[in-house]
């Protein structure tokens, strides 16, 4: 498909511009960015060169599609302020369809990748989440993943909801054990940069193979004396201590 289509975002945060950075070579034109926070605003149409509205009641009503860039628990009150009969998109992965209540073209697109300011290589071939409450605009939006080299799947809400439950267990819960080991370390006068390469190996074999058939140290092999070894280290922590505890018989128990 090689006809423009024109957007607008509703908030200017890590999803916005990463969006804009991926629109910006594609036939998606972004109209314009409008923000509560006025500064972010101006911020955003400096970074990105898109026009930036100061109120709600200035935005143009003709764009193809909107985008609530907004936290989910705005989602709600701020579709309800929008007049257009325009497509609204929210990019929540948990938030139903139904948040943009008022409007008979709705959909979701949400984005299973862990976003950042000022850096947009995240959203390069990623796949897309895709769900909508009509077929031409859930197919507008396939089109539009395929425009920033992304992926497109329709999923229905139930299923978004558990795809991101499990992308919170995935990246997370996962980035916290990082964190946590990373403080454990520092108390030990050791380097967190050791365990780098035993990181991106793990992520690469499960790249080629079930994450259960590479599980590998003390619990998978229910070495008991290990484990307890690990528990008296921990005996200071009782935070770590509990998540150890509660890991380690998830993992001998797993089948």
């Given at each position: 498909m090689n006809s423009e289509i024109t957007a607008f975002?509703?908030?200017s945060g890590r999803l916005a511009q990463n969006l804009a950075n991926a629109f910006a070579n594609s036939y998606v034109k972004v109209c314009g960015v409008y923000s509560k926070s006025s500064s972010n605003a101006k911020n955003f149409s400096k970074k990105f060169g898109i026009p930036c509205f100061e109120?709600?009641?200035?935005?143009?009503?003709?764009?193809?599609?909107?985008?609530?860039?907004?936290?989910?628990?705005?989602?709600?009150a701020v579709a309800a302020q929008i007049k257009t009969d325009a497509l609204l998109v929210h990019c929540s992965g948990y938030m139903s369809l139904n948040q943009i209540a008022a409007h008979q073209r709705k959909a979701v697109f949400w984005p299973i990748q862990t976003l950042?300011?000022?850096?947009?290589?995240?959203?390069?071939?990623?796949?897309?989440?895709?769900?909508?409450?009509?077929?031409?605009?859930?197919?507008?939006?396939?089109?539009?993943?395929?425009?920033?080299?992304?992926?497109?799947h329709i999923l229905d809400g139930d299923q978004r909801?558990?795809?991101?439950?499990?992308?919170?267990l995935v990246n997370n819960f996962t980035n916290h054990l990082y964190a946590v080991a990373k403080d454990f370390l520092h108390k030990n006068n050791l380097d967190f940069n050791l365990?780098?390469?035993?990181?991106?190996?793990?992520?690469?074999?499960?790249?080629?193979?079930?994450?259960?058939?590479?599980?590998?140290?003390?619990?998978?092999?229910?070495?008991?004396?290990?484990?307890?070894?690990?528990?008296?280290?921990?005996?200071?922590?009782?935070?770590?201590?509990?998540?150890?505890?509660i890991l380690t018989q998830s993992i001998i128990h797993h089948k």
């Open positions: 975002f509703i908030g109120n709600m009641d200035s935005i143009p009503t003709n764009c193809h599609i909107y985008f609530l860039a907004v936290p989910d628990s705005e989602i709600e950042s300011t000022n850096s947009y290589e995240s959203l390069h071939h990623v796949p897309i989440a895709i769900e909508a409450a009509l077929k031409t605009d859930e197919e507008l939006l396939q089109q539009l993943a395929l425009m920033i080299n992304c992926t497109p909801k558990k795809l991101h439950l499990a992308a919170v365990l780098l390469p035993l990181i991106q190996e793990t992520v690469t074999k499960i790249k080629a193979f079930d994450p259960a058939l590479v599980q590998t140290g003390p619990a998978a092999r229910k070495d008991l004396k290990t484990i307890e070894e690990h528990q008296k280290l921990l005996e200071q922590d009782p935070e770590v201590l509990a998540i150890y505890k």
